[in-house]
């Protein structure tokens, strides 16, 4: 038996089952219950898929230490020195200054 952390989690059991028939003989079988299916349970948690990346050796959804200081020093001025928060009217596409973020091109919403 064996419990995957992978996706919303499942339960494996790996056996062997005797074969259709009047013979005594058995193969190998495998029963996979996803945790979805369990009437009244709950998938896994979000953290349940990080710690089987740890336990698979997947650093994919990891910064490595130098891409998390790379971040820092792009974030750092904005925390240093943030700006003000600009006004704009409720039920808007947002304030008119926001329109130039995306020059020389526009926005594909809200124009």
């Given at each position: 038996?064996?419990?995957?952390?992978?996706?919303?989690?499942?339960v494996?059991?790996?056996l062997?089952?005797?074969?259709p028939?009047i013979?005594?003989?058995?193969?190998?079988?495998?029963?996979?219950?996803?945790?979805?299916?369990?009437?009244?349970?709950?998938?896994?948690p979000?953290?349940?898929?990080?710690?089987?990346?740890?336990?698979?050796?997947?650093?994919?959804?990891?910064?490595?230490?130098?891409?998390?200081?790379?971040?820092?020093?792009?974030?750092?001025?904005?925390?240093?020195?943030?700006?003000?928060?600009?006004?704009?009217?409720?039920?808007?596409?947002?304030?008119?200054?926001?329109?130039?973020?995306?020059?020389p091109h526009?926005?594909?919403?809200?124009?």
């Open positions: 038996m064996s419990f995957s952390l992978a996706g919303t989690g499942e494996d059991l790996s062997l089952a005797k074969q028939g013979a005594d003989e058995l193969e190998p079988a495998r029963v996979a219950l996803p945790l979805t299916s369990v009437q009244d349970a709950d998938p896994l979000p953290y349940s898929r990080l710690i089987h990346d740890v336990l698979v050796g997947d650093r994919a959804l990891f910064t490595r230490p130098d891409g998390l200081s790379a971040a820092w020093k792009a974030v750092q001025p904005l925390l240093d020195t943030p700006s003000r928060p600009i006004s704009y009217p409720l039920g808007s596409w947002g304030p008119a200054k926001a329109r130039g973020l995306a020059a526009t926005w594909l919403l809200g124009q």
